[in-house]
């Protein structure tokens, strides 16, 4: 059984919590680096022109770049906010303390059968 001190003190956090404001994510601007060819070059071009980042309230920005090098320099200079790189590579700017995170978005490219 819930006490009249319980329901007050959740009624105090329910109206608290509606208080504070939400983080607009219609500002959120991500700038990816991508090599000019290739599947995710593809896939974020088909993402823009369906406009489902718009939709998701982000403002998705594609650099494109011809080499992997020059992603991987962007990032490292912070021209960009994230690429699609492998995890040796994030794994070795770590080991250097560099402050980078890998996210895996695919589990069937890049798999060596």
């Known amino acids: 059984m819930i ?20 983080p607009s994510f219609a500002t959120n601007r991500i700038r990816i680096g991508v090599l000019k060819f290739g ?8 993402l823009k022109h369906h406009k489902f980042d718009t939709a998701n ?5 594609v650099v494109d770049f011809a080499g992997e090098d020059a992603t ?7 021209a960009i906010d994230m690429i699609v790189s492998d995890w040796l590579w ?3 700017q770590r080991s250097e303390g560099v ?9 069937a490219v890049g798999r060596s059968w």
Request: proline fraction near 4%; charged fraction near 15%; aromatic fraction near 4%.
């Open 3 to 22: 006490s009249r001190r319980g329901t007050l003190r959740l009624a105090a956090l329910g109206t608290a919590a509606a208080l504070v404001p939400k």
């Open 39 to 46: 599947t995710v070059s593809w896939a974020l071009d088909t």
């Open 57 to 61: 309230g982000i403002d998705l920005e």
């Open 72 to 78: 991987n320099v962007a990032l490292l200079a912070g």
């Open 90 to 92: 994030v794994s070795r």
């Open 99 to 107: 402050d980078l995170t890998l996210v895996p978005y695919s589990t």
